[in-house]
């Protein structure tokens, strides 16, 4: 079966634009969750959706936002870009909201001239 | 603050040695410790671990869980040029209302030299 599919996989953005970021979870997957991969952090949790619902949310400003739509695709945005939001952006998706692997896309590869 | 620290950050070693790469935690609500290897993109399920003491292996790759001293190794033999990548623990708890969270550690990059 496919596994999880994000678009676009590379941009560039100028500070103060805004970028969506899309991801397709793995077929009757429920659960989609967004992380910012940076050298110096490592992943980092950005938030949880399940069934439409955010579930959880890390600590990121609020210029970071995501919805869940009705067939579990999902969207992130970030608005007001700053050169420190350079990062991977990887979404995971799982079958339920607990236990078992996440399944990671391949990624989107942000940069913010 | 709940949190994940894996060591050593980087390693390199020669084909052939074993690495031992370590993760300690420090969550409330703990409910299991997964291990990943994230060579290009997408990061690869390894393991995963609930329990203390048992040990989980695949191939030249073995993993053990201490709940009791909140640390978990990984362990890697014989180790091959393909071994190269960056290897992630993360540790799943309880959030909340029904809910449960993967905090990641910072990873540790393996270079396997030939």
């Known amino acids: 079966k496919a596994g999880v599919t994000q678009t676009p996989r590379y941009l560039i953005k100028t500070r103060g634009q805004q970028v969506t970021l899309s991801c397709s979870p793995i077929s009757g997957h429920r659960s989609v969750s967004w992380y910012q991969q940076t050298p110096g952090q490592g992943l980092q949790f950005l938030f949880e959706y399940f069934s439409e619902t955010q579930r959880n949310k890390g600590n990121f400003p609020g210029r970071f936002s995501g919805r869940q739509f009705s067939n579990s695709r999902s969207e992130m945005n970030v608005s007001t870009l700053e050169l420190g939001d350079s990062a991977l952006y990887l979404c995971?998706?799982?079958?339920?909201?607990?236990?078992?692997?996440?399944?990671f896309g391949e990624g989107s590869r942000l940069t913010v001239l | 603050e709940d949190k994940v620290v894996q060591s050593p950050l980087s390693l390199v070693v020669h084909e052939g040695d074993t690495v031992t790469l370590n993760c300690s935690y420090e969550?409330?609500?703990?409910?299991?410790l997964l291990w990943y290897k994230q060579e290009k993109k997408a990061p690869t399920f390894l393991f995963m671990l609930?329990?203390?003491?048992i040990e989980k292996k695949s191939g030249r790759l073995s993993s053990i869980l201490d709940k009791k001293e909140l640390f978990s190794i990984l362990n890697i033999t014989a180790t091959q040029t393909g071994d190269s990548a960056i290897y992630l623990c993360?540790?799943?708890?309880?959030?909340?209302?029904?809910?449960?969270?993967?905090?990641f550690g910072k990873g540790t990059k393996l270079s396997v030299i030939p």
């Open positions: 969550v409330t609500n703990f409910r299991s």
């Open positions: 993360a540790v799943e708890w309880y959030s909340g209302a029904g809910s449960y969270q993967l905090t």
């Open positions: 609930t329990s203390s003491g």
């Open positions: 995971a998706s799982r079958l339920q909201g607990a236990g078992g692997e996440l399944f």
